[in-house]
């Protein structure tokens, strides 16, 4: 099995490090971290990242600032926003900049790895097609 890659730009040192450690736990993964925006981007242009996970609030730049970069540079991989508003239109703003997904915080790890699983999956599927 080749782990798939996955970037998590998170400024929550907690937060990042916590996701950090559950999904290192899978060997379908490999895990990278980045705590702004600007790191964030760098680390997708360098190499191949098959999932982000974006926090909303990070300190240089709003996460969905950066779907709409990433969208705009051509990147074609699920991204999955994290954030802490749960109304319908923050979810509404997140998908339309770009998002695959939006997860609100607190939320439940396996709820999450159920999203990242699904999100690989439809992605690798429409990259066969």
């Known amino acids: 099995m080749i782990a798939r890659t996955i970037l998590i730009v998170e400024n929550d040192d907690g937060l990042g490090e916590t ?8 060997e379908e993964f490999r895990i990278m971290r980045a705590s702004s925006a600007s790191t964030g981007l760098r680390t997708v242009r360098g190499r191949v990242i ?9 300190p240089d730049l709003d996460g969905r600032e950066m779907v709409k970069i990433l969208r705009k540079d051509d990147f074609r991989a699920p991204i999955i926003l994290l954030t802490i508003m749960s109304s319908d239109a923050d979810t509404i703003l997140s998908l339309e900049a770009g998002a695959s997904d ?11 790895l159920a999203r990242i699983r699904a999100h690989l999956r439809q992605h690798n599927q429409r990259a066969a097609d």
């Open 19 to 26: 996701l950090f450690e559950q999904l290192s736990r899978y």
């Open 50 to 58: 098959d999932l982000v996970i974006i926090d909303t609030g990070l």
């Open 102 to 112: 939006c997860v609100t915080r607190p939320f439940c790890f396996a709820v999450l």
